[in-house]
DNA sequence: ATTTGTATCTTCGTATACAATTATACAAGT
DNA sequence: ACTTGTATAATTGTATACGAAGATACAAAT
């Protein structure tokens, strides 16, 4: 089966990651409050399973930070604070930086192919005027790097960022040019891979994080 | 109850922690080989508990990124490599340095008291050549500097890499010098503090980083 | 000999049941 | 009124039961 670029599914997780999506999406949206406390029971009602995957995804959710278990109390909703993203996107930016210059070190010629593909694609849906499928490829693009990177702890800890920090300003950060900033610096990160150069890789990711930040949290 | 600075102990943990810890240390510790299938049944024979709690740690693990759950197949060890280790201590390395930072701009008195009391205390141990202790102490004192940082998430992902490298080269990394020199590395983070002075506690940091690696490690 | 199909067994995913702990309500005492 | 003690209810932690998916073994077919 051909996976594009920016399909990011995992068919082998655990069949409990739907319900722990769903959860997280219904915490960072604001669907449950900060401090709420998360009974297992209702949480059983509303996305209709039974308490053992609701269990297992609350663990989960703790160690993503956005819940806390507190022992034979239940699991409380932890907020994310303007400053926790903001904190957040500093510490994503540092290690997609890292992240960057060591793909660019150890990138394969088909992970290579992959990043041409993937950075193609974001051309066509720029073309298209798509800001859905964008955000998608947009996702794609990173993930890739990760892989070149070649450092599983890296890897898993920044698709982790792109869960917790996806749905911050998801809604207010597209002017006219949105499309056309965001194509602009991930070629200049593409770029740094066709040249190998490491340090204009790590600048690239650097100002594309700076914008990011930027756009999502509307603070410099 | 007074916590001595060096006590990481976590009253709120889920009661299943205990349960987690020791199968992270076996894990870790080479008690299950890598690719090995972790059967649930083994290992609630193995610990004498039932298999909810150990699903529930297994999920944990996978978090922790020593464990793959794969659907309807069950969770297999995924390993440590040398290289996954170097390359976790330098990733520990980046955000250690970026803790220390924001500690040294946000450390409260009160956080000032208790940095201060923690390095009495390796002082202390050092001279009694304790060297038990001393590892403790250690972890107590970062520990003190990621809350100083006031960083949720540093926080919790530095906490989660000392216990991932906790084990290696544990027993091969004392030479004669070995108290004197994490005292003397410590000092001088410990000085940064009490100067406020940034870019000191940064080069400390990284020196004591860069040290620790090859100690654990071996490799610069 | 290799492959394929089927039966069986093992193991997982989920639901539910039971025990232990905590929260709540309310009465008695100060 | 306000605390304190106790009984009750609610909720969590753990164990177990059951259906479904995957692994295994072996016979039949090529």
Redesign the interface.
């Known amino acids: 089966m051909y996976k594009f670029p920016g399909d990011v599914s995992n ?5 409990s990651e739907t319900l722990l999506n769903k959860l997280r999406r219904d915490i960072l949206t604001g669907g449950f409050k900060p401090g709420q406390k998360l009974t297992e029971q209702d949480l059983c009602h509303r996305y209709q399973v039974s308490r ?1 995957p609701v ?2 995804a609350l ?2 959710l ?4 956005i819940v ?5 109390r239940g699991a409380f909703v ?1 907020g994310m604070s303007d400053r ?1 993203y903001e ?2 996107f ?2 994503r930016k ?2 997609e930086i ?1 992240a960057v210059k060591w793909a660019i070190e150890r990138i394969t010629d088909e992970e290579m192919d992959k990043l041409e593909e993937t950075f193609e694609f974001m051309e066509f849906y720029t073309l298209r005027n798509d800001i859905e499928k964008m955000l998608t490829i947009n996702t794609g693009f990173h993930q890739v790097i990760y892989e070149a990177s070649h ?4 890897q ?2 920044l698709s982790s960022y792109q869960n917790l920090v996806k749905y911050k300003g998801a809604d207010s950060m597209y002017d006219d040019d949105y499309l056309q900033n965001v194509l602009k610096e991930h070629r200049a990160i593409f770029k740094a891979f066709v040249d190998k150069d490491v340090k204009a890789g790590a600048q690239a990711m650097e100002i594309h994080m700076n914008r990011t930040k930027e756009r999502r949290c509307g603070t410099v």
């Open positions: 068919n082998n997780a655990p069949i053992t269990r297992e663990r989960q703790e160690t993503d930070g806390e278990n507190i022992l034979n932890i926790d904190d957040m500093e510490l540092i290690y890292q450092n599983r702890t890296l898993t800890l």
